[in-house]
């Protein structure tokens, strides 16, 4: 099918592109990388600023709970971390936010030290399995588990739990058109692609999700998101 029947057949469907509308998850998320990021797809109608308030109001409890309750299993990651491989149990990263405003990204290090940071020639990041800089007990954690520190990120308010994941300043240089709407909205630990195969999409791909994410998220939406979120850290191997 080609983006113009996509664009008629998503123009019959909804008066104003949505899913809330009629699509399916799946279909949804089909037609927003059919479209791409200049796409019309949207999630929803938006949130209204009482939505907003309750959105924010969760990520701050729940990421404070959450914390609280794991931190135990923090414990136990940092001493797996530490008789892998030598060096911090931490890694900081710069990360573009919400209206490109810069941030330090937390995560549970999963490569060696001193591993360079390879791209292709797109400016994407390579994510390849059995990657050699990662090591044993890090592979284990890249199922989602090294992103949990970004629980701090969302209690500071720079980041939220559900949302397009954030760019390191060397991806924006290559954004295109319409792209820089996913930078609208906070960005998440966890969002679309990450619940509709990662590593099977292409960059433009995932950023199309993003910004359809970002025309118009809700709250039932972020629930549907979190929800595929926790079966994907079981079933998948890297939702990073």
């Known amino acids: 099918m080609t983006t113009i029947q996509i664009r008629n057949n ?21 037609a927003a990388i059919k479209l791409g990021p200049e796409g019309a797809v949207r999630m929803g109608l938006g949130m209204t600023p ?33 008789l892998s491989s030598p060096g911090p149990v931490l890694f900081f990263q710069e990360r573009i936010g919400r209206h490109a405003r810069s941030f330090t990204i937390l995560k549970f290090r999963t490569m060696y030290c001193g591993a360079p940071a390879v791209f292709w020639d797109d400016g994407q990041t ?10 044993p007990f890090g592979r284990l954690l890249r199922r989602g588990l090294d992103e949990l520190p970004q629980l701090v990120n969302v209690l500071r308010g720079e980041m939220s ?15 295109r058109t319409g792209w820089f709407r996913k930078l609208d909205i906070q960005p998440g630990i966890t969002g679309l692609p990450q619940v509709c195969g990662r590593r099977e999409l292409a960059w ?23 929800l595929r979120t926790a079966g994907t850290i079981f079933l998948d191997e890297n939702i990073a």
């Open 161 to 175: 739990l559900i949302g397009p994941r954030p760019d390191e300043p060397c991806h924006i240089q290559h954004y």
């Open 126 to 135: 390579v994510v390849v399995k059995n990657d050699s800089r990662v090591f």
């Open 50 to 82: 009482s939505q907003r308030v309750i959105k924010r109001t969760l990520d701050i409890v729940l990421s404070a709970t959450a914390l609280a309750a794991l931190a135990p299993l923090f414990a136990l990651i940092a001493l797996g971390i530490k």
């Open 204 to 226: 433009p791909d995932r950023v199309a999700l993003d910004v359809a994410y970002a025309s118009g998220y809700c709250l039932r939406i972020d629930i549907a998101i979190f």
């Open 10 to 30: 998503v123009a019959k469907k909804l008066s104003v592109p949505e899913m809330a509308s009629g699509y399916s998850f799946g279909e949804f998320c089909r």
